[in-house]
C-alpha cells in the first residue's frame, strides 16, 4: 500500500478533503500568525505550513478532525522548546479514533533549548481495518495549558 498524506492547510493531497478544527476561531494558520508566540521556520514543515492553537484550562476543547481510509496513521506536530516561561509550550493531547477514545496520550514539557522539533510524530497506529475511519486529536486539559502545532498526518 502506498503512503498518503494530510497537511494542515492542503488537506488529503490525494482527495483533497479538508482537516476541522474546532473551535474555527480557535485556530491560526501558523505560518502566516503575526500575533503567535512562536514562529518556527516554515522551510522545515510540511508544505511550509501548520495550525497553531493554543488551550488554556477553562477554555472549550480545541480539536483537529479528519477522516482518512487505511490500515496505518502517523499524525505529525511542530514542537517548541521556548526558555521563556510565559509562553504556552507544554503539550497535552488525547486522541479519538472512529468516536472512541484512545489510550494512548501525548505529553511534552519544553526543555528551555529555543529548539523547535519537527516531524515529532504525536501518535502512530498500526493494523487497523481497511475502512474508512475518523480521527480527532484533542487539547482538552483542565490542569495545564497546552499547545498544539498541528503539521500533518501520513497513513497507509
Known amino acids: 500500500m502506498e503512503s498518503r498524506f494530510i497537511d494542515d492547510q492542503f488537506g ?22 503575526t500575533g503567535c508566540g512562536f514562529h518556527p521556520n516554515a522551510s522545515q514543515a510540511f ?14 476543547t480545541r480539536s483537529v478532525q479528519f477522516g482518512f481510509t487505511g490500515t496505518s496513521l502517523d499524525v ?3 514542537i517548541p522548546n521556548p526558555s521563556d ?9 488525547t486522541f479519538e479514533l472512529d468516536g472512541q477514545p484512545l489510550g494512548e496520550t501525548f505529553t511534552h514539557i ?11 510524530s504525536v501518535l502512530s497506529l498500526e493494523n487497523l481495518s481497511l475502512a474508512p475511519h475518523i480521527f480527532t486529536m484533542m487539547a482538552a486539559s483542565t490542569i495545564v495549558n497546552s499547545t498544539l502545532q498541528f503539521d500533518y498526518a501520513m497513513y497507509t
Not at 478533503?17 to 491560526?28: I, K, Q, R, V
Not at 508544505?47 to 477554555?59: V, Y
Open 47 to 60: 508544505n511550509q505550513t501548520w495550525h497553531d492553537t493554543t488551550h488554556h484550562t477553562t477554555d472549550e
Open 110 to 120: 519544553s526543555d528551555s533549548t529555543n529548539v523547535f522539533q519537527f516531524n515529532v
Open 12 to 33: 488529503d493531497l490525494v482527495t483533497g478533503t479538508l482537516p476541522n478544527y474546532s473551535p474555527a476561531t480557535g485556530w491560526t494558520q501558523g505560518a502566516t500568525c
Open 85 to 93: 516561561p510565559n509562553l504556552t509550550s507544554t503539550y497535552n493531547l
Open 76 to 78: 505529525f506536530c511542530i
